[in-house]
T-cell receptor, first 114, second 111 residues
């Protein structure tokens, strides 16, 4: 059974550029959350979507946006990239938004901004 | 604001040497406390969710416990393959289901 799939696995972008990260949840999972993990820190919440609607937003600037598609996959978009956006971006899926059966994380997308 | 503090930051054990990791938290109405394991370059792997003080859960050599202010992850007779970063996260009550993570404890088990 496939887990949470994220693409691409690695990405190098230049300051000021735009990036789109993609996530496919576990089959049957309707909730997708995005987290940013800077080296040496725990993951920090960015967004949660459930049934294609935004259910939560963390303390990130408006340069960060996301959406969820009818098949429950999701995209995270970041505009006007800064050096500080370099991090591991994690997607987590769950059956319900509260994670009653746990949140399953993907392996992440490593974004490097130069 | 929800806060999670994990200690120690790093822990080195010999194979078979049992120990505990600590997770102290402040949250406005705890919905759940989550433990994850993370290997280098990978996403966190779910271990346990605890919901109320006094609750305990076990999985192989790991046992998690919860009080009103902290949680412990007890590791009994660890093996080198238990080496990883262990992350603790809290989820508050309300309509926002975000997880607030601590910085983690890097556990190294030497053979």
């Amino acid at each position: 059974d496939a887990g949470v799939t994220q693409s691409p696995t690695h990405l190098i972008k230049t300051r000021g550029q735009h990036v789109t990260l993609r996530c496919s949840p576990i089959s049957g999972h309707k909730s997708v959350s995005w987290y940013q993990q800077v080296l040496g820190q725990g993951p920090q919440f960015i967004f949660q979507y459930y049934e294609k609607e935004e259910r939560g937003r963390g303390n990130f600037p408006d340069r960060f946006s996301a959406r969820q598609f009818p098949n429950y996959s999701s995209e995270l978009n970041v505009n006007a990239l800064l050096l500080g956006d370099s991090a591991l971006y994690l997607c987590a899926s769950s059956l319900d938004p509260g994670g009653a059966y746990g949140y399953t994380f993907g392996s992440g997308t490593r974004l490097t901004v130069v | 604001e929800d806060q999670v503090t994990q200690s120690p930051e790093a822990l080195r054990l010999q194979e078979g040497e049992s120990s505990s990791l600590n997770c102290s938290y402040t949250v406005s109405g705890l919905r759940g406390l989550f433990w994850y394991r993370q290997d280098p370059g990978k996403g966190p792997e779910f271990l346990f969710t605890l919901y109320s003080a006094g609750e305990e859960k076990e999985k192989e050599r790991l046992k998690a416990t919860l009080t009103k202010k902290e949680s412990f992850l007890h590791i009994t007779a660890p093996k080198p393959e238990d080496s990883a970063t262990y992350l603790c996260a809290v989820q508050a009550g309300g309509s926002n289901y975000k997880l607030t993570f601590g910085k983690g404890t890097l556990l190294t088990v030497n053979p």
